[in-house]
Nanobody, 125 residues
């Protein structure tokens, strides 16, 4: 059974950093596209990053470019989202999602079949 479990969220001051992890099981990570999404209270869900199947392209939400970096470790079946220079507007529940043979588009990504339960990131002083 495909499972995704996020971790690493918490309270951090503006300008600080957090590293989120998405532990995966039940599938071969390299065969799936992996994306991070976030949703703040009262706001629509938005795609944060997307890594295409295999060695495909990686894309980021415009507002996080240069601050966030995502990486896949196929050996550990884990996907990371390194978040630097965090801002209060980054506060949200962050989700990882996956889909087999999924190729991200620079204009957006959605429709993933498998989702984790999310981890809360609270950026506040």
């Amino acid at each position: 059974q495909v499972q995704l479990v996020e971790s690493g969220g918490g309270l951090v001051q503006p300008g600080g950093s957090l590293r989120l992890s998405c532990a995966t099981s039940g599938f071969t990570l390299d065969d799936y596209g992996i994306a991070w999404f976030r949703q703040a209270p009262g706001k629509k869900r938005e795609g944060v990053s997307c890594v295409s199947t295999g060695h495909g392209s990686t894309y980021y939400l415009e507002s996080v470019k240069g601050r966030f970096t995502t990486a896949k470790d196929n050996a550990k079946n884990t996907v990371y989202l390194q978040m630097n220079n965090l801002k209060p507007e980054d506060t949200a529940v962050y989700y990882c999602a996956a889909d087999e043979r999924y190729y991200c588009s620079p204009g957006g990504w959605d429709g993933m079949d498998y989702w984790g339960k999310g981890t809360l990131v609270n950026v506040s002083s």
